[in-house]
């Protein structure tokens, strides 16, 4: 069974700080991942994707992969209370499909 | 911009009404998927779609079917429902081809509750 790991959190983070989101996988065959951010209530909204080893930005969010480490991390620098939210991690599997984590909970306070 | 359109936000049905559960997507992607989203369970995938008519089963297939006559719709239908099918249901799609592909795009998601 493919799985992805989260800590479910929640993490607790003050406006204007960095934020760090981890996840692990155990395909080691995995060669696409996603982070998708989902508000209370709402459905998950992609928010990132990184397909090679290191750091992708885009404005304050950043991906960064270790395929040998089978670790994926989402950093969000100068967090605001509006990207308090449930952020998943996916990982690409067979046939098209995207396994999931359980999310970590973020949580970020003026 | 893709937009995937569930055609219920909420809906309140009783033990053992058939449920059918739509969802339509206008990028003209081949595959087509569906969830159920339970607290501390996260996204698990019921049945998944590659194109017209094929469908295969996910991790949680039993107690649903599904069907996908036309490209841009994917049913799931609930033949009997269970209050334990009391959940948040979302359909995705994806494209096969181009870069990045994977990416899977969700509709707003529709809340069953099941009394």
């Known amino acids: 069974q493919k799985e992805v790991e989260q800590n479910s959190g929640p993490l607790s983070v003050p406006e204007g700080a960095i934020a760090s989101l981890n996840c692990t996988y155990s395909?080691?065959?995995?060669?696409?991942f996603f982070w998708y951010r989902q508000y209370s209530g709402k459905s998950p909204e992609l928010i990132m994707f990184?397909?090679?080893?290191g750091d992708k930005e885009d404005g304050r969010f950043t991906a960064q992969l270790n395929k040998a480490s089978q670790y994926v991390s989402l950093l969000i620098r100068d967090s605001q209370p509006s990207d308090s939210a449930t952020y998943l991690c996916?990982?690409?599997?067979?046939?098209?499909?995207?396994?999931f984590g359980t999310g970590t909970r973020l949580l970020v306070s003026p | 911009d893709v937009k995937v359109t569930q055609s219920s936000r909420y809906l309140v049905k009783r033990t053992g009404e058939k449920v059918f559960l739509e969802c339509v997507q206008d990028?003209?992607?081949?595959?087509m998927f569906w969830y159920r989203q339970d607290p501390g369970l996260g996204l698990r995938l019921i049945y998944f779609?590659?194109?017209?008519?094929?469908?295969e089963k996910g991790d949680i297939p039993e107690g649903y079917s599904v069907s996908r006559e036309k490209k841009e719709r994917f049913s799931l239908i609930l033949e009997s429902a269970s209050t334990n099918q009391t959940s948040m249901y979302l359909c995705a799609s994806s494209p096969t081809s181009g870069r990045p592909k994977n990416i899977q795009y969700f509709g707003a998601g529709t809340r069953l509750s099941v009394l």
């Open positions: 395909d080691r065959g995995s060669q696409s």
């Open positions: 990028m003209d992607h081949e595959n």
């Open positions: 990184i397909y090679s080893n």
């Open positions: 996916a990982v690409g599997g067979s046939f098209q499909k995207l396994v």
């Open positions: 779609s590659y194109d017209v008519k094929m469908k």
